[in-house]
């Protein structure tokens, strides 16, 4: 069964930084398309990230771009969401996502194109 975890949100002031963690089990993780998405309370469901099965493209929303990083280990089944020069516009609930794509050289922005989610983790950025 194809699972996916999320983890590394918490409570962070204005300007800091957080490192997001997605981990995989139950599928060969290489073939995936990977990204991330964000929620915040009262609003849908918006892209954030995203990053090909070969790891050679990625992805950003214009509110996130340059201070946000994604980044991929194949050999670790991991992805990963470095948060820099957060906002608190930045708080939701950040999730994961894979969409079977083997060597993609693209990814996906729409909800619909990924087929796996996680659970969630909140970041709140607050002073």
């Known amino acids: 069964q194809l699972q996916l975890a999320e983890s590394g949100g918490g409570l962070v002031q204005p300007g800091g930084s957080l490192r997001l963690s997605c981990a995989a089990s139950?599928?060969?993780?290489?073939?995936?398309?990977i990204g991330w998405f964000r929620q915040a309370p009262g609003k849908e469901r918006e892209w954030v990230s995203c990053i090909s099965s070969t790891g050679g493209r990625t992805n950003y929303a214009d509110s996130v771009n340059g201070r946000f990083t994604i980044s991929r280990d194949n050999a670790k089944k991991m992805v990963y969401l470095q948060m820099n020069s957060l906002k608190p516009e930045d708080t939701a609930i950040y999730y994961c996502?894979?969409?079977?794509?083997?060597?993609?050289?693209?990814?996906?922005?729409?909800?619909?194109?990924?087929?796996?989610w996680g659970q969630g983790t909140q970041v709140t950025v607050s002073s």
């Open positions: 139950g599928f060969t993780w290489n073939y995936y398309v």
């Open positions: 996502a894979a969409d079977r794509r083997p060597f993609a050289s693209v990814c996906y922005t729409r909800i619909n194109d990924y087929d796996y």
